[in-house]
């Protein structure tokens, strides 16, 4: 295995003058969750009038289906208020869904035909027209059922005061955007590298229904076993999400984007976005006047690349995500490797965030060059073999071409990261980060404690198939939620912000001056730099697996209860 710093080599490299600018960084979450009924079966209704509008409102939309809610926190730098804002999203969410429930897990179940997952609707203005026909190209390419599996992301970005002080201690005369770019393309190499722990220690999808399998139709469905007549499963699984049946895309093995730089990565992601492929061309544009999808290239939009961290960059009105980090570089990091915990009514737990969080901060001070192909291929074979059987005692990892155990491997990093959290506990007594590192020790050295174990044995012990046991947790936690009190002043403000979306929505639909074909050609003239996009052909390369995480990021920098609203991505 390649050298690593060990704990005490590494006190040295986080500066005293560094440490207090580490601690105020900004935190946000995303979580999706489906609307079922009481059967476990996604619910057919239109998004709830009562949650405002989809398009336009800043906290509460959808992703792929009309059915896949998307609850979108503030950025905030305190990791409590964060989940505060997170369970006070899902009581209002859930007091106004009628008698339907939020499934509290990652795969889907009951029928997942394509006929009973809609997909997602956006009112009649051009942006939502656009949206839904992305999604309409998403259902022809992948198939329905893969796009409902739901997902957490964490957001993270580190307090602006830091990157003038970090850049002077690292000598570093160059622009401020550039050097603060370039770290944060290490940070997520470096996630990218480390990313099967978090997949080990948060995964929560060990088992699928078979009418998962069924609408799947993967031939890696072959792989799994039965765990009864409804159900099958891996026994070391922790991430199905993560796995072959879950996000894993075969078109996108056929090209490599670079995360090296900043440059390399649009470079590569806008030829993708360019390059007609062959299958999709099959589809075709248009049936009649009606559109099947926004465009016959490897990727319609730069969101349909799904990789396990992404760079972002809150974009402006009719601004592409590409164009936006061209322009201002990185804002945050968005980490989309995150199962719905199926044993936290929120679906991510307090000492999560935290972890991730130390992670991210230890993965910015780690070295990292950039990665070759050899390296790329090797960190997306890490993380499928930790998401197909991951708590396998035998399992060993490559790093650098060298084989060593997963245990030896985790343990190793969380004991490197003990002073990011000690930093990040801030002097605090009750040491809330250690003790969240801590906690995942615990689950290294004790396979059973994780998610994914205790899953496959509560269904064991009780005879529950999967789809009992989330449809249990669904119903307690749509109860729990439905029994809490809000604050009257946020419900005021949540009832302020529907209203204020389906007016704008309405404004949207009523102000569009131009033809949608005109819209399209308008959007996708506008690509970023040709010096960037045409540099050189993008690789094609065969058999080279990426993880898939799916569509829809959302930056979160809408406020809670007082705060002012900034808006939202509406193309994601």
Same mark, same amino acid.
């Given at each position: 295995?390649?050298?690593?710093?060990?704990?005490?080599?590494?006190?040295?490299?986080?500066?005293?003058?560094?440490?207090? +600018?580490?601690?105020?960084?900004?935190?946000?979450?995303?979580?999706?969750?489906?609307?079922?009924?009481?059967?476990?079966?996604?619910?057919?209704?239109?998004?709830?009038?009562?949650?405002?509008?989809?398009?336009?409102?800043?906290?509460?939309?959808?992703?792929?289906?009309?059915?896949?809610?998307?609850?979108?926190?503030?950025?905030?730098?305190?990791?409590?208020?964060?989940?505060?804002?997170?369970?006070?999203?899902?009581?209002?969410?859930?007091?106004?869904?009628?008698?339907?429930?939020?499934?509290?897990?990652?795969?889907?179940?009951?029928?997942?035909?394509?006929?009973?997952?809609?997909?997602?609707?956006?009112?009649?203005?051009?942006?939502?027209?656009?949206?839904?026909?992305?999604?309409?190209?998403?259902?022809?390419?992948?198939?329905?059922?893969?796009?409902?599996?739901?997902?957490?992301?964490?957001?993270?970005?580190?307090?602006?005061?830091?990157?003038?002080?970090?850049?002077?201690?690292?000598?570093?005369?160059?622009?401020?955007?550039?050097?603060?770019?370039?770290?944060?393309?290490?940070?997520?190499?470096?996630?990218?590298?480390?990313?099967?722990?978090?997949?080990?220690?948060?995964? !929560?999808?060990?088992?699928?229904?078979?009418?998962?399998?069924?609408?799947?139709?993967?031939?890696? !469905?072959?792989?799994?076993?039965?765990?009864?007549?409804?159900?099958?499963?891996?026994?070391?699984?922790?991430?199905?999400?993560?796995?072959?049946?879950?996000?894993?895309?075969?078109?996108?093995?056929?090209?490599?984007?670079?995360?090296?730089? +900043?440059?390399?990565?649009?470079?590569?992601?806008?030829?993708?976005?360019?390059?007609?492929?062959?299958?999709?061309?099959?589809?075709?544009?248009?049936?009649?006047?009606?559109?099947?999808?926004?465009?016959?290239?490897?990727?319609?939009?730069?969101?349909?690349?799904?990789?396990?961290?992404?760079?972002?960059?809150?974009?402006?009105?009719?601004?592409?995500?590409?164009?936006?980090?061209?322009?201002?570089?990185?804002?945050?990091?968005?980490?989309?490797?995150?199962?719905?915990?199926?044993?936290?009514?929120?679906?991510?737990?307090?000492?999560?965030?935290?972890?991730?969080?130390?992670?991210?901060?230890?993965?910015?001070?780690?070295?990292?060059?950039?990665?070759?192909?050899?390296?790329?291929?090797?960190?997306?074979?890490?993380?499928?073999?930790? @998401?197909?059987?991951?708590?396998?005692?035998?399992?060993?990892?490559?790093?650098?071409?060298?084989?060593?155990?997963?245990?030896?491997?985790?343990?190793?990093?969380?004991?490197?990261?003990?002073?990011?959290?000690?930093?990040?506990?801030?002097?605090?007594?009750?040491?809330?980060?250690?003790?969240?590192?801590?906690?995942?020790?615990?689950?290294?050295?004790?396979?059973?404690?994780?998610?994914?174990?205790?899953?496959?044995?509560?269904?064991? @012990?009780?005879?529950?198939?999967?789809?009992?046991?989330?449809?249990?947790?669904?119903?307690?936690?749509?109860?729990?939620?439905?029994?809490?009190?809000?604050?009257?002043?946020?419900?005021?403000?949540?009832?302020?912000?529907?209203? @204020?979306?389906?007016?704008?929505?309405?404004?949207?639909?009523?102000?569009?001056?131009?033809?949608?074909?005109?819209?399209?050609?308008?959007?996708?003239?506008?690509?970023?730099?040709? !010096?960037?996009?045409?540099?050189?052909?993008?690789?094609?390369?065969?058999?080279?697996?990426?993880?898939?995480?799916?569509?829809?990021?959302?930056?979160? !920098?809408?406020?809670?209860?007082?705060?002012?609203?900034?808006?939202?991505?509406?193309?994601?």
């Amino acid at each position: 295995m390649s050298k690593q710093l060990s704990c005490s080599e590494r006190t040295t490299t986080i500066d005293e003058s560094l440490r207090p +600018l580490l601690i105020h960084g900004l935190k946000g979450i995303e979580k999706e969750s489906l609307r079922i009924n009481r059967e476990g079966s996604i619910s057919l209704s239109p998004h709830p009038v009562r949650l405002g509008a989809a398009l336009t409102h800043p906290s509460i939309t959808t992703d792929y289906s009309e059915a896949l809610l998307e609850l979108i926190t503030p950025a905030l730098s305190d990791e409590t208020e964060v989940l505060d804002s997170l369970t006070d999203l899902h009581k209002y969410v859930c007091a106004n869904i009628n008698d339907e429930l939020l499934l509290a897990a990652s795969m889907p179940v009951g029928d997942l035909r394509d006929p009973a997952i809609p997909i997602a609707e956006y009112g009649s203005s051009n942006v939502g027209r656009m949206k839904h026909i992305y999604r309409q190209g998403l259902s022809y390419r992948y198939g329905r059922c893969m796009q409902v599996i739901a997902g957490i992301h964490f957001n993270y970005s580190l307090p602006e005061a830091f990157w003038p002080q970090y850049q002077h201690f690292m000598k570093n005369v160059g622009d401020l955007q550039s050097f603060t770019t370039q770290a944060y393309m290490r940070m997520i190499r470096n996630l990218q590298r480390y990313g099967w722990l978090i997949l080990y220690l948060f995964g !929560s999808s060990p088992a699928v229904s078979k009418n998962f399998l069924d609408s799947r139709n993967s031939v890696y !469905s072959r792989t799994l076993q039965e765990f009864d007549e409804t159900s099958c499963y891996k026994p070391f699984a922790t991430s199905l999400r993560m796995s072959e049946i879950g996000y894993l895309n075969p078109v996108q093995s056929m090209f490599h984007i670079s995360f090296n730089s +900043l440059e390399e990565y649009i470079r590569d992601l806008s030829k993708a976005t360019m390059i007609p492929y062959l299958g999709y061309e099959k589809i075709g544009i248009k049936a009649g006047n009606g559109y099947r999808q926004l465009n016959t290239n490897f990727l319609q939009i730069e969101n349909e690349y799904y990789t396990s961290v992404r760079p972002k960059q809150p974009t402006r009105s009719g601004e592409r995500p590409l164009q936006a980090l061209g322009s201002r570089g990185i804002q945050y990091v968005e980490i989309r490797s995150v199962d719905v915990d199926v044993f936290e009514p929120a679906g991510i737990a307090l000492e999560t965030t935290r972890f991730l969080e130390a992670l991210s901060l230890f993965c910015l001070f780690q070295p990292n060059s950039g990665h070759d192909l050899k390296q790329h291929t090797e960190i997306s074979n890490n993380a499928l073999l930790v @998401a197909n059987r991951g708590r396998d005692p035998r399992l060993k990892l490559l790093d650098n071409r060298r084989e060593v155990p997963l245990r030896q491997w985790a343990l190793m990093l969380c004991e490197q990261m003990q002073e990011i959290c000690e930093i990040l506990d801030n002097g605090n007594t009750d040491i809330p980060y250690t003790c969240a590192l801590h906690q995942q020790i615990e689950k290294i050295r004790s396979p059973e404690l994780t998610a994914s174990a205790r899953m496959l044995t509560v269904m064991h @012990a009780q005879k529950m198939s999967i789809t009992e046991l989330v449809l249990q947790k669904s119903q307690d936690y749509t109860r729990y939620f439905r029994n809490a009190a809000l604050d009257a002043a946020i419900k005021r403000n949540f009832d302020l912000q529907v209203e @204020a979306s389906l007016a704008q929505q309405k404004q949207l639909e009523a102000t569009d001056e131009i033809s949608f074909d005109q819209y399209l050609s308008n959007y996708f003239s506008q690509g970023v730099s040709s !010096s960037i996009v045409h540099s050189r052909e993008l690789h094609l390369l065969q058999n080279l697996p990426d993880t898939r995480v799916k569509t829809a990021a959302r930056r979160i !920098s809408q406020t809670h209860a007082n705060s002012a609203s900034t808006g939202n991505e509406w193309l994601c």
